[in-house]
């Protein structure tokens, strides 16, 4: 019996597994397809990109709210992987009889929508900053102030201690879900949730650096969400972390002090 249930806790972990690299692979294959979509506009500088040059329609508020989110999924998907999986372990050991494929699927879509509704603060503010003339065709900052303190900022809060609080919960599934766990899907998606919240908790300022070198520049993106991996799954993550704080104080300094 013990043999049989290790059989199938690891097919379920492979199911989810699987899952999880198909949809973190669909994010970031729709992410690649909007930026060739978008490039030639942002270079050319055609007035619909202008920033400030029009009100924006509903579906183009929209639109930009699902770009976040599916930057959102790409980013953040791989980081919460290891969590999911463990979640996935646990349902089905806790209820050998039953199928954990819903509320492991709850799960992460309570982390998720902690990630949505972020989406939708980062659109308006896009937004914002779009109808201020803060921001380039390109989506990055053109302000070196506005530049420079989110630098700085993110820089600064990778060394306080809630960021340290939010990340040791990302970097300890189990000791979380021995303190959270809930049973059932309602259950499921509380503790997602929950997770998805000590997760913004502890991203959130490096998010924001989307905004200073360009929200649907690529690389950038790629690297932010690597930290963002290397903080939560890495053997001395949070030194890290803290090592990119000062480069990105540094950096932000360098931006106020020489803008040019």
Do not use: N
């Amino acid at each position: 019996m013990a043999t049989t249930l290790e059989q199938v806790v690891r097919r379920d972990r492979t199911v989810a597994a699987v899952a999880l690299l198909a949809v973190t692979a669909i994010a970031w294959a729709w992410l690649f397809r909007m930026h060739a979509e978008m490039a030639p506009m942002a270079g050319g500088g055609m007035a619909m990109d202008m920033p400030g040059m029009r009100s924006w329609s509903a579906v183009e508020l929209l639109l930009l709210f699902l770009m976040w989110a599916v930057m959102m999924v790409a980013m953040m998907l791989p980081s919460a992987a290891p969590m999911i999986l463990l979640v996935a372990s646990l349902q089905r050991r806790r209820r050998e009889r039953a199928s954990p494929a819903a509320p492991t699927a709850v799960f992460a879509a309570g982390y998720l929508l902690v990630w949505a509704l972020f989406s939708a603060v980062a659109a308006s503010t896009q937004w914002l900053l779009h109808q201020a003339a803060l921001l380039s065709p390109a989506m990055a900052s053109t302000s070196p102030i506005l530049g420079g303190l989110l630098l700085i900022t993110a820089g600064l809060y990778q060394w306080l201690p809630l960021k340290s609080a939010c990340l040791s919960h990302c970097r300890s599934p189990i000791g979380f879900l021995g303190s959270e766990w809930r049973e059932g899907s309602a259950g499921a998606l509380v503790m997602g949730a929950r997770h998805g919240l000590f997760c913004l908790g502890c991203c959130w300022a490096l998010m924001t650096l989307l905004f200073v070198g360009g929200v649907m520049h690529l690389p950038w993106v790629a690297a932010i969400a690597g930290l963002v991996l290397v903080e939560k799954v890495v053997r001395g993550g949070p030194w890290i972390g803290r090592l990119a704080g000062l480069g990105l104080i540094g950096w932000g300094l360098s931006v106020l002090v020489a803008p040019a």
